[in-house]
């Protein structure tokens, strides 16, 4: 028996017998590396492709000022529900044959507890759009990924891609617990809100955004509610979750610290080795057993992009396996073609390092560098580099004196950063991840004096398995070819293409 025939995991749509589960997710990249295009072949090719949902809004505004040539962005957002909303953001930042190169980007306001009426429609549409686009054109799985600490746009951006109607719903990097029933909720396009994480605050404070669906309500009936999988890296967290999130959690992505983006710190504390990395021990490891006992259904991540890896992961009872590194360099990603070159041809070369950061990220999580010329991992470039706070969703909410909110980023100014309360020793090594990953997928700004934001480039410690897809003369590679690569199906027969007819 395959384990794609059995029981609920198994869905009808349309002519198409649909898997609900897949064998390969590939993982959420942000900014705007995992885009429409990477999840449309991903999905298409019969696994789940998921885009990035991190900073979208300011990515739409991006794509419309540099005039969206083939006009793709606009048909998306002429499928918004709600037309005049759609309307409005064109006028606002469509630029008919693009701004000229040395013009910098009209800026989008930062989002706060109360974000402007403009900002939330933008978010919403943004989410639709990177969703419709993704779900275009076949019966495939679709997910999208948030980021838990990135609070403030949360429910804006979830309600936009239930629009499109996005099947999976995917966070890490914090404590989810809200979500599921936030997914409930906006499903009956029911007003909610959600709890911000601000510093200082003690247990009788409450401080939550909210978000009123009904302003984009087109018909009575309610929306699908995505399925919900938690992103975490223990199962002790995982256990809470399943037990005390406010709705269903649907399962688990278990990701081990090897993975690029942001990584969970190891337990009991950053104590790092002599090059400056994290020291991670036996606890950090997986228990896969924990998991398995949990009884939800769950996929490994980090390091585990090879047929091996997906064998193994079967083995120990997963569904299946969340890939990034593999897919962050493949044709249809968002990363600069001139990047994913130097990183091709550079793993030709030699056994790729990959460091990770301990300081890097102000949301305080150890995050993946990748060594790219002229990047923001050389050590000149950085100290040369301006800082500049214009985009700041990474900033965290503190508590004022006088009972308000403000909000400070590590990677700000010093200055500001001392001025607001913030310690001055939390930004040193601090990294502008907003600005250097918008540089990645070219989208950087270009600021008042012509300065750009050299850019910010991460991946997982075994990327060096993309040498086995292009072997020595190859320069390029497709979302196909990591999948050909990965299910090996003379090898695993079982991991058959999870969509036929
Ligand atoms: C370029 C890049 C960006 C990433 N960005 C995110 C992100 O925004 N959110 C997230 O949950 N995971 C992110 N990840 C992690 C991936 O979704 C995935 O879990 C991970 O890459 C799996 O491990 P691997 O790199 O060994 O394949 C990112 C990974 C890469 C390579």
């Not at 064998?23 to 705007?32: E, P, R, S």
């Not at 890490?172 to 809100?193: F, M, N, V, Y």
Request: glycine share 10%; proline share 6%.
């Amino acid at each position: 028996m395959q384990p794609h025939d059995v029981g609920e995991d198994v869905v009808f749509s349309g002519e198409f017998r649909l898997a609900m589960y897949p064998t390969i997710i590939q993982g959420g990249m942000g900014v705007a590396v995992s885009n429409y295009r990477l999840a449309r072949a991903v999905a298409q090719a019969g696994q789940m492709g998921v885009v990035s949902g991190t900073m979208l809004d300011t990515v739409l505004a991006r794509r419309l000022q540099d005039g969206d040539a083939d006009g793709t962005i606009r048909r998306a957002i002429g499928k918004f529900p709600v037309p005049e909303i759609a309307q409005r953001i064109l006028r606002e930042y469509f630029i008919e044959g693009g701004r000229k190169p040395d013009t910098p980007y009209k800026s989008v306001s930062m989002h706060s507890m109360k974000s402007a009426g403009l900002l939330i429609d933008l978010t919403v549409l943004a989410n639709f759009v990177e969703v419709f686009l993704a779900k275009e054109g076949h019966e495939g799985l679709v997910g999208i990924n948030y980021l838990t600490k990135i609070d403030l746009p949360t429910l804006p951006s979830i309600f936009g891609a239930m629009l499109a109607g996005v099947d999976f719903v995917l966070m890490g990097a914090g404590i989810p617990r809200a979500i599921p029933g936030i997914l409930d909720r906006l499903s009956r396009q029911e007003p909610t809100s959600l709890k911000i994480d601000v510093e200082g605050s003690s247990a009788e404070d409450c401080y939550t955004v909210e978000f009123d669906p009904r302003k984009y309500l087109i018909k009575q009936t309610d929306l699908k509610r995505p399925k919900f999988l938690a992103i975490v890296s223990s199962s002790v967290l995982a256990l809470s979750l399943a037990k005390k999130s406010s709705g269903k959690v649907d399962g688990f992505v278990v990701e081990h610290h090897s993975a690029g983006g942001h990584n969970a710190p190891p337990r009991g504390g950053v104590r790092v080795d002599e090059h400056g990395e994290p020291i991670y021990g036996p606890k950090d490891e997986i228990d896969t057993d924990s998991f398995q006992k949990i009884g939800l259904p769950f996929w490994l991540a980090g390091g585990y992009g090879s047929p091996e890896g997906l064998r193994k992961a079967l083995e120990s009872g997963a569904k299946g396996i969340q890939l990034g590194s593999l897919f962050a360099f493949c044709n249809e990603s968002g990363i600069e073609a001139s990047i994913k070159r130097e990183v091709i041809e550079w793993i030709q070369k030699e056994k790729p390092e990959v460091f990770t950061d301990p300081a890097a990220s102000a949301s305080g999580y150890p995050f993946k560098v990748v060594p790219v010329e002229s990047s923001l991992s050389d050590e000149l470039i950085y100290l040369n580099r301006q800082r500049i706070c214009d985009l700041g969703y990474l900033r965290q909410a503190y508590k004022k004196e006088d009972g308000s909110v403000g909000f400070r980023c590590s990677g700000e100014p010093v200055n500001n950063f001392v001025q607001k309360g913030g310690k001055i020793e939390e930004t040193c090594g601090k990294k502008c991840l907003c600005n250097g990953l918008m540089s990645t997928v070219g989208l950087s700004q270009v600021q008042k004096d012509g300065y750009l934001e050299p850019p910010l480039v991460t991946a997982g410690k075994y990327i060096g398995e993309i040498k086995r897809i292009v072997g020595q003369n190859r320069d390029n590679y497709s979302a196909q070819d990591v999948l050909n690569f990965i299910l090996d199906k003379a090898a695993h027969p079982h991991t058959k293409p999870i969509l036929t007819k």
